[in-house]
C-alpha cells in the first residue's frame, strides 16, 4: 500500500483530490446499496480482522455523507461494525508494538487503520449524539403517541451504545499507539478529532444526572489518557474555559474531571492552567452578561472540595478576583479558602510559613464578614461554620471570629442572620471551654488567679539577680572618646605652670596612693565616672612612681597603643578574673533545679489566667448572642424564627448558662397563626422534654416528669398556660410512656417518694394538663387530690393547694369546652367542703399566699358545684364570723362587724381595732365573690337558660310532626324569618333577667353582699384612717368587683374610683384601679366615657409599673374600638421615649396596631404635633423629633402626605413661639415628600415664608428640597431648584427684601394686596366642617383647621382643695372628687363612625 490516511478537518475533504500518496474516497455508495455493502464490511471483518477498514473505509464515509437520510438500523450497524474493529485494534496491537520484526509497510496499514476506524467512529458518535439530542427535544414537547414512545426508546438504546464506544476509544489509546506514527509524533488532527468527540458529548445537557454517571467517567478517562500521552494539556485547559462559559452545568462535570486528572493520571499541571485562566478574567470581562461567571465560581467551589491541596499553589492567583466586583467570584473564593483551611492548613504540626499562610487565610475570610455584598457575608458565615464543626479554628482566634458573627446578628440581610445564628450554634457545639458556667461565676476564679499569677512574677522578680552590663562591653563604647583623650594628652604642650601643677597634683594623687593596686583601683574608678583626662594623667604618673610594677610595667615605651593596652587591662582586669573564676565554678544543681520548678509553675499559672480569660469572653459573647437571638423569635421572618428556635435548642442541649431563657420565651410562639413556626416550637419542646432517653420504660418516664417540672418551677402563669398546649398534644397521642408518666406524677404529688415542695406544684399542675386530654386522669382520683393538698394540712402550703385547684378546674366544662348537660357536683361533696374550710380558716390567718389560693378555689365553686351562690352566702357568713370571733378572743369588738353579724351594736364607745390583714383578706373574699356571682349568672345560667330553651324547641318540632312538602315550600322564608326573631326575642329576654337580677338582686338588703358595700366605700374613702397597704389595696379592687354587678353602682362610685387612681399613694392600688376601670370600660362604656381623659392621664405617672399597665390598659381598650381615639393619644406617643425599655416597646407596639386601622394615625397626627409643641409641656426638641420620625413613618400614602403638608403650613399662621415653628418646620421634613407634596408647599408659600430667617425652620425645609432632589426628573429637579433659591433667598435676606414689584402686582391681581394674602387663610369647604361632638362652640366651624392648633389655656372654675385625712373624725365620705370635678358628658359611645353606619 503506497497511500497515507490524513484526517481532514472537514468530512468533505475526503472526496476532493489529494495530495502525493494521500488517500482520496473513490465511491460514496448510495443510500439504497448501504445494507449490502456493511453485509460484505462484516464478512470482511470476520475473515481479515480489523485491517478490512483499508478496503471498506468507503461504505463507513458513504454513511456519514447520508446519515440525514439513511435509516436509523443502518446507522446502528455501522457504529456496531466500527467499535469492533476499535476493539480488534486494541487487541491485535499490543503484540505488534512489541515486536521488533514489523516491516514499514505492516506498521503504515496498521496506522492507517488506527486512523480511519477511529476517524469514523468519532464523527459517526457526534452525528448520533446531535441526533438523538434533537429527538429527545421533540419528545419532550411532544404529547405523547407512538413518534414519541419510538423516541424514547431510540434515546435509551444510544445511551448504553455511547458507553461502549467511549470504553472501546479508552482501550485503544491507552496502548502506546505512538510508535506508529514517524518520530512517535502524532498528528493533531487525529488528537482532535478524539477530543472534539468527547467535547460534543459533554454538550448534553443531560450529561450531570445521575443516570449518565457511566458516560461521563468515560468521557473523563478518555481525556485524561489524552491529555497524559498525547499532549492535550493546553487544549483541555482552553476548552475546559470555553465550555464554562456556555455551559453553566459543566461547573460540576470539569470539577470531577480536573480533580481526576490530577490524581489518577498525575497531571497537576492542568490545575493551574485553568485557575490560571479563571484570575486573569478581568473584573469588566465578568461582569459581562454571558461571561460565565456562575460557572467558574460553581467549577472552583467544587474543585477545591475535591483536591483542596492542589489549589494551594495557585491561590495568589485567585485572590485578586476578592477585590472584583463580581460578587459570584468573591464567594467562590472565599469557600476555596474555607476548603483549604478545613482540610490542608489545619492541626498542630504546621511549620512557622504554613501557620503564616493560614492565618492569613483567616485574615482574608475576617475581612469579608464585612463585604459589601449580602451574599458574600452569608457564604462566609457559613464557610466559618464548616471550619468550627471541622474544629479547625485556631483557638487564639475564637472569640474573634465570635465577636463578629454576635455583630452580623444585626445585619439587614436575612440570610446574613440566619447564617451567624447556625454560626454561633456551631461556636456552642464544638467549643472548648465550659459553656456551663456564666460570665459572673468565672470572673471571681479569673481575678483569684490572676491575684496569684501576679503574686509569682512579684516573686521571681525579687529573686532575680541584677543586671550586669560586662566590662569588656563598656570599654567597646567608651574606647574612641578615650583614645581621643589619650593622644591630646601626649601631645606637647607650652603650658608650663599648668603642667606643674598638674604634675604637682597627680603626684599628690600618687604619693596618697598606698601602692600600685591602689592607684590601678583608682584609675579604673575615673574611667567608670567618664573622667578620662584624670586616668590618663594618674597612669602616666604612676608609671614614674611604680617603675618596677607589673600593672604599669608596659608604659616603657610610651604610644597610645601602649597607653590603652593598660587602661584596658586596668578596666577590664577585675571583672574578667571574676567572670573567669565564676565560669569555673560549678552550678548549683539545687537551685537550677528550683530555678526550673517555678519558671514551670509560672508558666502554668499563665496558661491558666489565659484560659479563664478566654472562657470568660467565650461566656460574654455566648450571653450577648443569647440575649440577641431571643429577641429574634418574634420576628414577622418564618426561616429567621426557625433559625432562632434551633439555637435555643442547641443551647439548652449542651447545658449553657442562661439557656432557658429561650426556651422559655419561644412558648408562646405554639399559638403561633404560622403552622411552620408552631411546628418548629412543637418539635423543639418535643426534642428537649418528650423524647426521654432510658434504659426502662420507668427511667424515661422518670426523666420526661424531672424535664418538664425544671421548667413549670418558677414559670409565669402564662408558661404554664403554653405548656399546656404542647403537655395536652402528648397526652393526646397513644403513646406507651403515659400511663407511666402520669404513675410517676401521682407518685412525687402524694409525696410516695421523697419530693421538694416546687416539684410536688410542678406534678400536680402536670396531671392538670393531662386530665384536658382525659379527664378521667383526675376526675377519678378527687378523693386523693382532696386528703393530699386540701386535708388538715391545707393551711401549711396554701401554693399546693391552690396548683391542685387549678388541675381540677380542667375537669370543668369551662375549661373544657364542652357542650349538653352541665357538670356540676352536689354541695355537699368533699371537695367544697375542704374548699370553704380552708378559705374560711385562712380568711383569719396571715398567710400571703392565702389570697391567690382563695381567687381560684372561689372560681372552683362557681364552675364546678350545683347552687354556688349558696355555698359562697354561707362561706361570707362563716368567714365574717371567724373574724368576728378572733376579735371578741382579743377583747376588743369592732363595730362594723358586729353589725355584719346583725347581732346587738355595742354602745360602749371603746377603741375599735382589727387584724387589718385579716379584714383585708374578708373584703378580697367578698369582691372576689361579687365578680364570680356576676360571672355565674352571665355565662353559665345564661347559657343553661339557652340550653334548655333549644331542648324546648327540639322537642316540640318533634311532637308538631313534619307538616306537607308543599306547604312547608311555600311558607319556608317566612318560617326562617318569624324563628329568628323568635330566637332573637327568646335571647333578649334572657339577658333583660340576667340584668334584672345584677341591678335588684344581687345588692339587696338581704344579700349578704350588699352589707359588705359600706365598708368598702368607708375604707376607700378614708385612706386617712385606713392606712394599711393591704386593706387599701382589697377594698379598692373589691370595690372595682362590686361595680361590676349594675350600671347604678359603678355611676354611684365611679367617682371615689377615679380620686383613688389619681390620689392614692401606692402604685400597687393605682395600677389596680388602671385594670379594674378598663374593664368597666368594656361593661359600662357611657358610664366611663367622659373620665376616659383621667384615664389617658395615668401615662405620665411616676412609677414605670403604673406607667406599663396604663399603656397595656388602653392599648386593648382602643385597638377593640372600646375607646376613641382622641388627642388624648398623645400621652402613648411621649411614652415612645420613655426611660423603660419594655414601656417604650409596648408603645411602640401600640402604634404599630393602630397603624393597621384606615387613616387613624393620619387623622391624629396634627392633633398629636398641636399638643407635643405646646409649650407649657416643655419636651426637647430631640424628643419631638424622635417621636415625630416613629409616627411619620406610618404615612406612606401620596393623598395623606399632600393633605398633611397643607395642615401644617396652615399651622404656621397659629403658631406663637419660635419653638413651635421649627417643630411644624421638623415636622414637614419628615414626611416622604413628593412632587405633588412639594407643589402644596409652594402654594402654602404664604403661610411660612416670614419665618424662614429663623434656622430652625429653614434648615428643615432645605433638606426636603435636598432628599426631592435624588432621582428626580429634569422638570422636577429645575421645580424644586427655583424652590431652594427662594427659601434661600428669604433665610439670607429677609422676605420684604426678596418680593419684587412684579410678585406684588401679580398677587394684587390675583385678589387684594399681599398682606391680605398673608393675613387670609382659605376656609375648608362646607361639606367638611364638622363640630366637635359634645361641644357648643360655633367658632370651631368657621375656622380653618382649628382643631389642629394648640388649644390656649381655658379659665377653669377654681378646684377644691381635696386632702385625705388622717385625724380620727368619722365622717370622711367627702374625700372623693367634688360634684364640680365630675364629667357632665353623657354621650353614648358609637362603636362606629356615621360614615361607616351610612356606607353600611
Known amino acids: 500500500m503506497s497511500w497515507d490516511f490524513f484526517v481532514p478537518v472537514c468530512v468533505g475533504d475526503l472526496v476532493k483530490t489529494g495530495g502525493i500518496n494521500q488517500y482520496v474516497v473513490q465511491d460514496v455508495v448510495s443510500p439504497k446499496q448501504l445494507p449490502s455493502h456493511l453485509n460484505s464490511f462484516k464478512a470482511a471483518l470476520r475473515s481479515q480482522g480489523p485491517l478490512c477498514m483499508l478496503e471498506h473505509f468507503d461504505t463507513g464515509y458513504s454513511v456519514l455523507q447520508h446519515c440525514n437520510t439513511v435509516d436509523l438500523s443502518v446507522k446502528e450497524d455501522t457504529l456496531e461494525l466500527l467499535v469492533q ?73 444510544w445511551d448504553s451504545e455511547r458507553e461502549r464506544v467511549l470504553q472501546a476509544l479508552v482501550q485503544l489509546l491507552q496502548l502506546d499507539i505512538r510508535s506508529l506514527w514517524n518520530l512517535s509524533l502524532v498528528e493533531e488532527e487525529f488528537i482532535s478529532c478524539v477530543t472534539c468527540c468527547c467535547y460534543k458529548l459533554l454538550e448534553n445537557p443531560t450529561i450531570g444526572h445521575v443516570k449518565s454517571k457511566p458516560t461521563r467517567d468515560g468521557i473523563i478517562h478518555l481525556l485524561g489518557v489524552l491529555i497524559k500521552k498525547y499532549n492535550h494539556l493546553l487544549g483541555a485547559s482552553v476548552k475546559v474555559i470555553q465550555l464554562l462559559q456556555h455551559f453553566e452545568q459543566l461547573s460540576s462535570v470539569f470539577a470531577q474531571a480536573v480533580s481526576v486528572w490530577s490524581t489518577e493520571y498525575g497531571v497537576r499541571a492542568i490545575i493551574g492552567e485553568v485557575i490560571r485562566e479563571i484570575g486573569q478574567k478581568s473584573s469588566e470581562e465578568l461582569a459581562r452578561e454571558g461571561s460565565g461567571v456562575k460557572a467558574f465560581a460553581s467549577f472552583l467551589s467544587e474543585l477545591s472540595g475535591l483536591v483542596p491541596e492542589f489549589m494551594i499553589p495557585n491561590i495568589s492567583v485567585l485572590i485578586t478576583h476578592l477585590e472584583g466586583e463580581s460578587h459570584s467570584m468573591r464567594v467562590a473564593v472565599c469557600e476555596v479558602l474555607g476548603d483549604i483551611l478545613v482540610r490542608v492548613l489545619c492541626g498542630d504540626g504546621l511549620d512557622e510559613s504554613v501557620k503564616a499562610d493560614r492565618d492569613r487565610f483567616f485574615d482574608t475570610l475576617q475581612e469579608h464578614l464585612h463585604d459589601t455584598h449580602s451574599h458574600v457575608r452569608a457564604r462566609v458565615l457559613q464557610v466559618y461554620t464548616r471550619i468550627v464543626n471541622s474544629k479547625a479554628l485556631p483557638l487564639c482566634r475564637y472569640s474573634e471570629v465570635m465577636g463578629l458573627a454576635v455583630g452580623r446578628l444585626m445585619d439587614k440581610s436575612i440570610n446574613v442572620v440566619k447564617s451567624a445564628i447556625q454560626l454561633l450554634a456551631a461556636f456552642i457545639a464544638h467549643n472548648p471551654y465550659s459553656c456551663k458556667l456564666s460570665s459572673a461565676d468565672l470572673k471571681k476564679p479569673l481575678e483569684k488567679e490572676t491575684a496569684k499569677l501576679r503574686e509569682m512574677k512579684e516573686k521571681l522578680e525579687g529573686k532575680a539577680p541584677v543586671a550586669v552590663i560586662k566590662a569588656s562591653e563598656l570599654w567597646a563604647a567608651m574606647e574612641p572618646e578615650l583614645l581621643v583623650t589619650v593622644r591630646a594628652e601626649l601631645e606637647p604642650t607650652s603650658e608650663g605652670e599648668k603642667e606643674q601643677q598638674e604634675e604637682e597634683r597627680g603626684v599628690e594623687e600618687v604619693k596618697e596612693a598606698e601602692d600600685d593596686r591602689a592607684t590601678a583601683v583608682q584609675i579604673a574608678q575615673f574611667l567608670r565616672v567618664n573622667k578620662y583626662r584624670n586616668a590618663v594623667r594618674l597612669c602616666l604618673r604612676a608609671h614614674s612612681c611604680f617603675p618596677e610594677s607589673e600593672i604599669f610595667s608596659s608604659l616603657s615605651t610610651l604610644t597610645p597603643e601602649t597607653l590603652m593596652d593598660t587602661l584596658a587591662l586596668l578596666f577590664k582586669g577585675s571583672d574578667e578574673d571574676t567572670s573567669e573564676l565564676s565560669q569555673n565554678l560549678p552550678p548549683t544543681p539545687q537551685k537550677e533545679g528550683e530555678k526550673e520548678g517555678e519558671d514551670s509553675e509560672l508558666k502554668k499559672q499563665e496558661m491558666l489566667v489565659q484560659y479563664l480569660r478566654d472562657t470568660e469572653s467565650f461566656a460574654l459573647q455566648v450571653e450577648r448572642a443569647i440575649s440577641i437571638i431571643n429577641t429574634m423569635l418574634y420576628w414577622k421572618t418564618t426561616s429567621v424564627v426557625q433559625e432562632a428556635v434551633q439555637f435555643c435548642v442547641t443551647v439548652c442541649e449542651f447545658s449553657v448558662a442562661d439557656s432557658l431563657s429561650g426556651v422559655r420565651k419561644m412558648l408562646p410562639l405554639v399559638w403561633s397563626t404560622d403552622a411552620t413556626i408552631k411546628d418548629a416550637v412543637v418539635q423543639a419542646y418535643r426534642r428537649l422534654y418528650l423524647n426521654p432517653q432510658g434504659d426502662t420504660t420507668r427511667v424515661k418516664a422518670q426523666t420526661l416528669v424531672d424535664n418538664l417540672s425544671e421548667l413549670m418551677v418558677d414559670a409565669s402563669l402564662g408558661t404554664i398556660q403554653c405548656l399546656e398546649e404542647i403537655v395536652q398534644e402528648f397526652f393526646g397521642n397513644d403513646s406507651t410512656l403515659q400511663s407511666t408518666v402520669v404513675q410517676v406524677l401521682w407518685e412525687r404529688f402524694t409525696g410516695k417518694r421523697e419530693t421538694p415542695g416546687l416539684y410536688r406544684r410542678a406534678a400536680v399542675l402536670l396531671l392538670g394538663m393531662a386530665a384536658r386530654a382525659e379527664r378521667e386522669v383526675v376526675l377519678s382520683n378527687l378523693d386523693t387530690l382532696c386528703s393530699v393538698a386540701l386535708g388538715e394540712k391545707v393551711t401549711e402550703d396554701f401554693l399546693l393547694a391552690r396548683d391542685t385547684v387549678i388541675t381540677i378546674c380542667s375537669i370543668t366544662d369551662h375549661v373544657r369546652q364542652s357542650k349538653g348537660a352541665p357538670f356540676r357536683l352536689p354541695q355537699d361533696h368533699q371537695l367544697f367542703t375542704c374548699l370553704t374550710q380552708a378559705i374560711a380558716e385562712g380568711v383569719v390567718m396571715e398567710d400571703p399566699h392565702w389570697q391567690s389560693f382563695m381567687e381560684q378555689a372561689v372560681r372552683l365553686l362557681y364552675f364546678l358545684a350545683e347552687s354556688p351562690d349558696q355555698l359562697c352566702s354561707r362561706l361570707l357568713q362563716r368567714s365574717a364570723r371567724l373574724l368576728s370571733d378572733q376579735i371578741a378572743e382579743g377583747g376588743e369588738v369592732n363595730k362594723d362587724v358586729s353589725q355584719l353579724q346583725g347581732g346587738s351594736q355595742d354602745s360602749d364607745e371603746q377603741s375599735e381595732q382589727v387584724n387589718c390583714v385579716c379584714l383585708a383578706q374578708l373584703l378580697a373574699l367578698c369582691g372576689c365573690v361579687a365578680f364570680w356571682q356576676v360571672s355565674h349568672l352571665e355565662r353559665s345560667v345564661s347559657s343553661e337558660l339557652r340550653r334548655r330553651r333549644g331542648e324546648t324547641e327540639e322537642r316540640e318540632e318533634k311532637e308538631k310532626g313534619p307538616s306537607s312538602k308543599a306547604k312547608q315550600a311555600a311558607n319556608e322564608s317566612a318560617v326562617e324569618e318569624e324563628l329568628g326573631l323568635i330566637g332573637a326575642s327568646a335571647e333578649d329576654t334572657e339577658a333583660e333577667l340576667i340584668r334584672k337580677i345584677c341591678e335588684t338582686e344581687l345588692l339587696a338588703e338581704e344579700n349578704l353582699l350588699c352589707a359588705f358595700l359600706p365598708l368598702l366605700v368607708k375604707v376607700c374613702s378614708s385612706p386617712g384612717r385606713y392606712s394599711h397597704p393591704q386593706l387599701t389595696t382589697a377594698a379598692c379592687l373589691a370595690l372595682s368587683q362590686y361595680m361590676m354587678i349594675s350600671p347604678s353602682v359603678c355611676e354611684e362610685h365611679i367617682r371615689l374610683l377615679f380620686t383613688v387612681l389619681e390620689r392614692s399613694t401606692l402604685p400597687v392600688v393605682r395600677a389596680n384601679a388602671i385594670i379594674a376601670l378598663g374593664d368597666l370600660t368594656v361593661r359600662f362604656p357611657n358610664i366611663l366615657e367622659p373620665w376616659t381623659q383621667n384615664l389617658y392621664a395615668r401615662l405620665s405617672d411616676e412609677v414605670p409599673s403604673v406607667r406599663q399597665t396604663a399603656v397595656t390598659v388602653l392599648t386593648q381598650l382602643v385597638l377593640k374600638d372600646v375607646l376613641k381615639v382622641k388627642g388624648q393619644v398623645s400621652e402613648v406617643a411621649v411614652l415612645l421615649i420613655d426611660p423603660q425599655p419594655h414601656i417604650a416597646s409596648l408603645a411602640l407596639n401600640f402604634f404599630n396596631e393602630l397603624a393597621s386601622k384606615d387613616n387613624a394615625i393620619y387623622n391624629l397626627l396634627p392633633d398629636i404635633i398641636s399638643r407635643l409643641s405646646d409649650p407649657e409641656r416643655g419636651m426637647s426638641a430631640e424628643d419631638f423629633n424622635t417621636i415625630m420620625k416613629q409616627l411619620f413613618s406610618y404615612i406612606t400614602k401620596e393623598r395623606q402626605t399632600e393633605s398633611l403638608v397643607e395642615k401644617l403650613c396652615q399651622r404656621f399662621r397659629t403658631a406663637k413661639t419660635e419653638r413651635q415653628w421649627c417643630d411644624l418646620a421638623v415636622s414637614l421634613s419628615l414626611l416622604s415628600m413628593c412632587e405633588r407634596g412639594l407643589k402644596r408647599l409652594q402654594e402654602c408659600w404664604e403661610c411660612y415664608s416670614d419665618k424662614l430667617t429663623e434656622p430652625g425652620v429653614y434648615q428643615p425645609l432645605l433638606s426636603i428640597t435636598a432628599r426631592l432632589r435624588r432621582g428626580a426628573k429634569p422638570q422636577l429637579k429645575a421645580q424644586v431648584d427655583e424652590f431652594e433659591k427662594r427659601l434661600t433667598a428669604v433665610h439670607t435676606r429677609g422676605l420684604e427684601n426678596v418680593e419684587s414689584p412684579e410678585m406684588e402686582e401679580e398677587n394684587q391681581k390675583e385678589g387684594g394686596s399681599s398682606e391680605k394674602t398673608v393675613l387670609c387663610t382659605p376656609l375648608p369647604a362646607r361639606g367638611r366642617t364638622r363640630s366637635k361632638r359634645g361641644q357648643a362652640k360655633p367658632s370651631v366651624s368657621s375656622r380653618s383647621d382649628e382643631s389642629f392648633v394648640t388649644p390656649q389655656k381655658s379659665r377653669k372654675s377654681k378646684k377644691p382643695v381635696i386632702t385625705f385625712s388622717s385625724d380620727e373624725e368619722e365622717d370622711e365620705e367627702d374625700a372623693v372628687m367634688a360634684e364640680s370635678e365630675t364629667p357632665k358628658v353623657t354621650t353614648p359611645i358609637a362603636r362606629t363612625s356615621r360614615r361607616a353606619r351610612l356606607r353600611h
Not at 88 to 93: I, M, P
Not at 98 to 112: E, H
Not at 114 to 135: A, G, I, N
Open 85 to 157: 474493529v476499535v476493539s480488534s485494534l486494541a487487541v491485535s496491537l499490543p503484540s505488534l508494538l512489541l515486536s521488533t520484526s514489523v516491516s514499514a509497510a505492516d506498521r503504515k496499514d496498521q496506522l492507517n487503520a488506527v486512523k480511519m476506524s477511529v476517524f469514523l467512529l468519532c464523527k459517526l458518535t457526534e452525528t448520533l449524539e446531535s441526533d438523538s439530542y434533537r429527538q429527545s427535544i421533540v419528545t419532550a414537547t411532544g404529547k405523547g403517541g407512538k413518534k414519541g414512545k419510538a423516541g424514547g426508546e431510540g434515546l435509551l438504546q
